[in-house]
């Protein structure tokens, strides 16, 4: 299917409100896969899965979904050979055990879902695993009763424990030690027991150092007296280690002995999330499961738009039994788009196993491929305009339509010349019909709406127009094009009778009056005298804006007879018209009264060489000398 179809159409948005009622990502990965079928088996299967999984829901019955978590990353951890730690192995337990209670409960409702029933058959359960697990795992910690040898060698560790603690306490005890104890308790610094000792009687204290305060002023000592007993305990949590890994290993490789049994659990399970959430949605939306056919018959009675908020107008529509074309006409925003939108998103919906919100009677044609042309594709990257976009993506739907598509087309032939859009999009709809699309499309231009009342296999319809209120009523009228709601607004507007004739008579016939208006209504010209623009006296020093660069600048010399300004602009004097410069400020309001407004214009180092020659500096003239025979030179 196109993706642009899914896009425009809003399919993915349909299927994330689905997947909101999924309770595993097991589920959320499927609705992800999931795409509409065009095969009747297929949808068939589908929608009476949906319709079995509601039957169940309907009993008010809770589905044992719990515990069955996403244990898809555990799984391929153990096939890249990793061991499981207990946290991983409770997960697995977990959903073990939530497969075994989806098993029981689902052959349990073989005579209200014998389909999904069915399904259950094919599910292993592992209750001497679960058991295993459950014996040898509690709390993320593997149990001391998992085996004989890790049962003694934690009573080793908790009696070797015990005595170190208890000369601990002894020598915290003792009154000749109390003058090194910076605190008195026991603390355990990488698996050795320590006391903390005042920094400045380390010395004092016969043992090892094993850890430092972050202030220096705290040592850890392992006092000499526990010292082998530490290094007892250290050897007995080493085997513990051995032990642990032995039994995780164990487990590990009970699991992976039935990897593939557990596989098709978890694909059941994703499987039954999928339906159950499908069910879910439906009981939100009121669904019902639709028939089918799949030679283009489309019959939607009372069908709603899935996502759309708050109180929907029901929809009525009939299209590929007398005729394959419908020609919909109606005010802008009338509801025309959200038909075709509701059509091509039901149609999808139905597609993919989805109950739809519609009324008994409703049925639903299987399409190969469903094309849309809806809303502004203008372009920015390409430099497409509305129109040339359109006429892009009905370009390739022309090449790749046949009588298995379904199309809608929205305001066809608009964006352009009224006479030559509606020309060519009669063209098109008329090479789509010969083709043996089933189409819907929406317009606002009448010759369409004469094309359809003379083709035997169009019909036209119109979006019911309240022309009291001037408000649409978003209902769709079958067997009647629209009238023309633009005279009616108009009418309502007071604009006067004889112009709506007029305009009438324009829409049947184009007979356009062509009569020139009478000398005496024409307006003559009145002479106005131009005003010469007054600009600023620019001077010496004024401070002026440059508008070109958004930038200040100085006046070196006034306006001239052309009315250019010489500016000192970034070292360089440039000549500007006085139409693109502003006066900021004037030289008197800039410097105080005797100011040597030369020197504005003058850098530094020649004003210095003037100061210097005027003093007499010997350095000065021999520098102008240097300079005068270089130049002879």
């Not at 999330?273 to 283009?296: C, M, R, T, W, Y």
Request: aromatic letters at 8%; charged letters at 25%.
């Amino acid at each position: 299917m196109n993706p642009t179809t899914f896009e425009k159409l809003q399919y993915n948005e349909l299927k994330d409100r689905v997947k909101s009622f999924c309770v595993s990502g097991l589920g959320r990965q499927l609705i992800d896969k999931l795409t509409p079928s065009a095969k009747m088996n297929i949808v068939s299967h589908r929608l009476h899965e949906t319709t079995e999984a509601v039957t169940i829901l309907n009993t008010n019955s809770r589905v044992p979904f719990q515990g069955v978590a996403h244990i898809q990353p555990i799984v391929q951890s153990l096939e890249k050979g990793e061991m499981l730690d207990p946290s991983q192995l409770i997960e697995i337990s977990d959903f073990l055990r939530g497969c075994r209670k989806i098993k029981t409960y689902m052959l349990d409702k073989e005579y209200l879902a014998p389909v999904l029933s069915s399904y259950a058959q094919s599910m292993t359960e592992f209750s001497s695993v679960e058991e295993e697990i459950q014996y040898t795992v509690k709390g993320n910690r593997i149990q001391s009763s998992a085996s004989k040898e890790l049962k003694r060698i934690r009573s080793s560790i908790a009696t070797t424990e015990q005595k170190i603690e208890e000369r601990l306490n002894k020598f915290l005890r003792n009154s000749s030690n109390k003058q090194y104890i910076q605190e008195a308790f026991i603390s355990k610094k990488d698996d050795r027991y320590t006391v903390p000792i005042k920094a400045a009687y380390k010395q004092r204290v016969e043992g090892a150092i094993v850890d430092v305060s972050a202030k220096g002023s705290t040592v850890f000592i392992e006092p000499t007296a526990v010292a082998k007993l530490n290094a007892t305990f250290a050897t007995l949590k080493v085997e513990e280690s051995m032990e642990e890994y032995q039994i995780l290993a164990g487990l590990t490789g009970l699991i992976l002995e039935h990897i593939q049994e557990i596989k098709i659990n978890m694909e059941l399970i994703g499987q039954y999330d999928l339906v159950f959430a499908k069910a879910k949605f439906s009981k939100q939306i009121d669904g019902i499961e639709p028939a089918l056919n799949d030679h283009g018959y489309v019959q939607i009675v009372g069908g709603k738009h899935p996502l759309l908020p708050g109180e929907v107008v029901p929809l009525d529509c009939e299209i590929g039994k007398d005729f394959r074309s419908l020609i919909i006409t109606g005010p802008n925003a009338g509801g025309k788009t959200v038909v075709l939108k509701t059509i091509g998103l039901l149609t999808l919906a139905v597609m993919s196993g989805l109950h739809i919100s519609a009324a008994k009677g409703t049925e639903i044609s299987l399409f190969e491929q469903i094309f849309v042309d809806i809303g502004d594709n203008q372009s920015m990257e390409n430099a497409l305009s509305t129109f040339s976009s359109h006429m892009y993506q009905i370009s390739s739907i022309l090449k790749e339509a046949n009588n298995h598509s379904l199309l809608l087309f929205d305001e066809i032939g608009s964006g352009t010349e009224p006479n030559e859009g509606a020309a060519l999009a009669i063209a098109i709809l008329e090479s789509v019909y010969q083709q043996g699309c089933i189409t819907v499309a929406t317009t606002h231009y009448g010759e369409i709406k004469r094309f359809s009342e003379r083709h035997p296999d169009f019909m036209n319809a119109a979006m019911r127009f309240n022309s009291e209120t001037l408000e649409p009523l978003y209902q769709l009228i079958q067997g009647k094009s629209g009238e023309s709601n633009a005279l009616w607004i108009a009418r309502k507007m007071d604009i006067e009778e004889q112009v709506l004739q007029k305009a009438q008579q324009y829409i049947d016939g184009k007979g356009y009056s062509l009569d020139k208006i009478s000398e005496d209504k024409r307006r003559k010209p009145k002479q106005v005298k131009q005003q010469s623009k007054v600009y600023a006296d620019y001077a010496k020093g004024d401070r002026v804006r440059l508008l070109e660069y958004d930038d200040v600048g100085i006046v070196y010399q006034g306006m001239d007879q052309f009315q250019n300004v010489v500016v000192l602009y970034q070292r360089e004097w440039i000549e500007v018209n006085v139409k693109r410069l502003a006066l900021e400020l004037k030289a008197e309001d800039l410097y105080p009264a005797g100011y040597d407004l030369d020197a504005l214009f003058t850098d530094y180092s020649t004003r210095k060489m003037q100061r210097d020659l005027e003093r007499g500096s010997k350095k000065a003239l021999r520098k102008v000398e240097k300079e005068i025979r270089k130049h002879r030179k």
